[in-house]
């Protein structure tokens, strides 16, 4: 019994090892500590800041009216009413207005052409053509929706002459105008901004790629400084394959458990990000989107010989990565093989889950598919991060065998010589 205690107890005391080697790594690497702590402080707060402003209003613009008719000043009239646009040039020509935009003076062009009241009266289609400045995609959204809702309004205020036989009461020129009436009503977004229908699912994404990045950081640094160049150092503690993935995956928990919170709880409340899940659901979610990318992470690092190789394989799959979720491109319109390549990553399920539970008010039921699979790249990573590890091992021994080997041959030809 006392020897099973002794056996328990190194191992414990092993494991324990390799966390605080893990954790010391981490806060003495400055390229860790920047991907661990700094950017999942920094970089969510910044990205928040940018589009906190989910709506514009008064975004100016230039006119370039050739027309010069009553329904042209009337669309102008409109557009200048409305509350996201604020026309404040009229241009002589469509340089002018090009000019105004490149000093930043006005962020968007209307232009109507000469045609424009004939083509009306001829019960043709009349076009405005309509310019923005696509540095900002609020501007952009403000400048191009109130044209499309001006036109569509004036559209349905203009009807078809009559005959004088048969001539429309006032009743039934509103019905024909407009057939079917509608109020819109913006589903789990009520602002209809970019915030809170994207940002979420970026801090879910900022989770994943922090942490594979300092794994791979760590991995890089323990190939460099190691003596045989390998990822695992020839020591007693770091011979079981098991304390090693325990010890290095509870270093990267602790500290992920704080950034988790920090991203999916703190964050959103500061940004006042729609938040209809309670504590519970998310740490039911959080817990498998941890562990899924912690051991992801840990089975990328195996991959990584130089520091900045994991920068090359992670950070150029972001944008990538966010299309894949379906959150700001469809599913539906995603390529079957491109759909099936994004089920190796966690964070096509994990955001997929968290837009459910705390965007649309989705209950545990409703996302038990994302959590089962999430569980399924807990155990998958777990298992491949367990053989790419007693592979670094193998690895390991068999330098260090392959070295001694020659240093003895190597003094054996000396003392002959």
């Known amino acids: 019994m006392s020897t099973y205690r002794n056996s328990f107890r190194r191992r414990i005391d092993d494991t324990f090892y390799i966390w605080r080697q893990e954790m010391k790594q981490v806060f003495k690497d400055e390229g860790v500590l920047i991907f661990f702590i700094i950017v999942p402080l920094v970089y969510p707060l910044l990205y928040s800041w940018i589009y ?61 052409p000469s045609d424009f009241d004939d083509n009306i009266n001829r019960m043709q289609q009349a076009t405005v053509s309509v310019y923005c400045d696509m540095s900002l995609m609020l501007t952009y959204k403000a400048i191009f929706q109130t044209a499309q809702l001006v036109s569509m309004q004036m559209g349905t205020e203009i009807s078809p002459p009559t005959s004088h036989l048969s001539p429309l009461t006032t009743r039934e020129k509103a019905i024909a105008a407009r057939p079917l009436n509608y109020a819109e009503v913006a589903i789990f977004n009520p602002s ?74 703190v964050v959103p409340k500061l940004f006042h990000f729609p938040q209809l899940a309670t504590w519970r659901p998310l740490l039911l979610l959080m817990l498998p989107y941890t562990l899924a990318c912690i051991f992801f992470g840990m089975v990328v690092s195996c991959m990584v010989k130089y520091r900045e190789n994991v920068m090359l394989l992670m950070v150029f799959v972001s944008v990538p990565l966010l299309f894949l979720t379906g959150v700001s491109w469809p599913g539906s319109n995603i390529p079957g093989f491109w759909q099936g390549v994004s089920w ?46 007693g592979y670094q091992i193998y690895l390991t021994r068999q330098d260090a065998i392959w070295r001694i080997w020659e240093m003895k041959n190597r003094k054996k030809h000396v003392s002959e010589e």
Not at 78 to 84: Q, T
Not at 203 to 209: K, P, S, V
Not at 355 to 384: K, P
């Open 52 to 112: 906190n402003n989910e709506t514009v209003h008064e975004v100016p613009v230039a006119v370039v009216d050739d027309s010069h008719t009553g329904l042209s000043r009337q669309f102008l009239r409109m557009c200048d009413a409305s509350p996201d646009v604020h026309i404040a040039y009229y241009a002589q020509d469509l340089d002018e207005a090009k000019s105004l935009v490149s000093r930043q003076l006005v962020r968007g062009i209307y232009l109507i």
């Open 344 to 389: 190796v990553f966690p964070s096509t399920f994990g955001v997929k889950a968290y837009m459910r539970l705390n965007s649309m008010g989705a209950s545990l039921s409703d996302i038990s598919t994302e959590l089962r699979v999430l569980w399924l790249h807990v155990f998958l990573y777990f298992w491949l991060a367990c053989v790419v590890y």
């Open 192 to 265: 209809g901004g970019y915030g809170s229908f994207m940002l979420p699912g970026v801090l879910m994404l900022i989770l994943q790629q922090t942490l594979v990045l300092g794994i791979g950081l760590s991995a890089g640094t323990a190939r460099e400084t190691n003596r045989y160049k390998q990822l695992i150092p020839i020591s007693r503690p770091y011979q079981n394959v098991f304390r090693i993935v325990f010890g290095k995956s509870l270093c990267y928990f602790m500290i992920y458990a704080l950034m988790g919170a920090w991203l999916v709880v």
